[in-house]
């Protein structure tokens, strides 16, 4: 299975909102870093959103670069605050060759350290970081990292 692992773009804290919203500035990241990549995510089966703002815009970003009209998913085992064995839950039920995840940190940097097994790894998902990560399951040391792309 492939796993693809997406942290949101850019996003400020925005006081008309009362949230952190995407910036121009995460739009354009975020849409050069999948454009590395249009080969490489034209197959996804499925796309697993956090519901936070900032997630949602991304994968608004998401959608129009890659034209993406497949399946989606919005999950709170998402959210910056979940648990790494919540999203192992949610993902073991799924049977798809390549899923997107798009999560916030420290949790989608905590997914490609347990996925990866290689502690410290997971602080190289900066903003609109996108990883390709090979895997036999959703579990740890289970993933072999293909590629990481930082804007």
């Known amino acids: 299975m492939l796993i693809y692992l997406l942290r949101h773009g850019d996003a400020p804290y ?3 909102r009362g949230e952190r919203a995407l910036s121009q500035h995460g739009h354009d990241e975020t849409r ?3 454009e590395q990549h249009l080969d ?16 949602r815009q991304t994968l608004s970003v998401v959608q129009e670069t890659l034209s993406y009209q497949g399946d989606l ?3 709170d085992v998402l959210r910056s ?4 064995s919540a999203v192992e839950a949610c993902v073991d039920k799924l049977r798809v060759p390549s899923l997107l995840l798009l999560s916030h940190q420290p ?3 905590k997914m490609l350290e347990y996925l990866t097994d290689r502690p410290g790894l997971g602080w190289s998902m900066t903003t609109s970081s996108l990883a390709c990560l090979d895997a036999i399951a959703f579990g740890r040391g289970a993933a072999e990292l293909r590629w990481l792309t930082q804007p």
């Open 32 to 34: 050069a870093v999948l």
């Open 40 to 55: 490489d995510l034209q197959s996804l089966d499925l796309i697993l959103c956090s519901p936070v703002l900032r997630a």
């Open 81 to 84: 605050e979940a648990r790494l």
């Open 14 to 16: 925005d006081q008309v």
């Open 73 to 75: 998913l919005f999950e």
């Open 107 to 109: 949790l989608i940097g």
